[in-house]
């Protein structure tokens, strides 16, 4: 079976916990490529990534390819399970009304139809309550397509203490592994 997982990294501070998160698949003998945001490239720096995976990043949709398909379809198709940690209010509403404006939104567009997309959101904890955002999540479960890790509650990197925060790399994993059985 392909054990290679598609990991999409957004803009949010929780980004340096997706790294422990590639430690542990890579343990497993997973073959991990990161998709990052440009926003998520402010966060955490993608040799950061590169280094953990041994394996490139990709940011770019409009890099010059080598196999003979575009980026986006390649790496769509390579993958065996996707999962995007941290979720960005911002990238999880694109990819609820199916925005394909950056590498990550086009390439989660673009899986097939059976591969398993794990969604770990993160974020302050009145964005999480905003309505829209709400809307949009349930926009995403009503697909009955995604698997939807809902964000935990506890203190959060801005300060305040509310739902918002990303579950724990192991959680991730777990759920990576199990979606694969
Ligand atoms: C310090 C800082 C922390 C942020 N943390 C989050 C976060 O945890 N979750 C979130 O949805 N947005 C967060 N943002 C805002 C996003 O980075 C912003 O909405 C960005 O446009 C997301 O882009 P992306 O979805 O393409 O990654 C943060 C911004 C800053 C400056």
Known sequence: MK??????????????KTCELIRLLVKDAFNVKVVMTES????VSPL???TLCDNPVYL????LFKEDRPQHIDIAQWASCAVIAPLSANTLSKIA????????TTVIC????NTKLI??????????????????IQTLKNLKKYIIMPAEKG?????????????????????IKSALR
């Open 110 to 113: 673009a899986l097939p139809g």
């Open 3 to 16: 054990k290679n997982i598609l990991v999409g990294v957004c803009g949010g501070i929780a980004s340096y």
């Open 155 to 175: 203190e959060l990197a801005c300060g305040t203490y509310g739902q918002g925060r990303m579950p724990s790399p192991e959680d991730i994993y777990s759920k």
């Open 97 to 104: 009304s199916g925005i394909c404006d950056n590498l990550l």
């Open 48 to 50: 950061v990534f590169q």
């Open 60 to 63: 770019d949709m409009f890099a």
């Open 119 to 136: 969604l770990a959101p993160a974020m302050n904890n009145c964005m999480w309550e905003n309505p829209l955002i709400q809307k949009n």
């Open 40 to 43: 998520a490239t402010r966060f």
